[in-house]
């Protein structure tokens, strides 16, 4: 298992922390996704070999947030 750190704009509420993390771990390979609003992070544990950054990345975007690094 790999843990990876997304900082994410526009996270303000708790629909935001549902949002994102239902969009997570709806894909394969995510075993834990968990937003922290205050830090505007989210801290996702993934087996690598199922899911890549990339696709991580673009779960949070189609939801309606900014990856920033």
Request: hydrophobic share 50%.
């Amino acid at each position: 298992m790999r843990i990876e750190v997304f900082r994410v704009q526009g996270m303000s509420c708790m629909h935001c922390k549902a949002a994102i993390e239902k969009a997570l771990q709806a894909l394969p390979g995510v075993a834990e996704a968990e937003v922290d609003l205050e830090g505007a992070a989210v801290r996702v544990v993934f087996e690598e070999t199922a899911v890549t950054v990339e696709q991580m990345r673009e779960a949070i975007e189609e939801v309606g947030y900014t990856v920033t690094a």
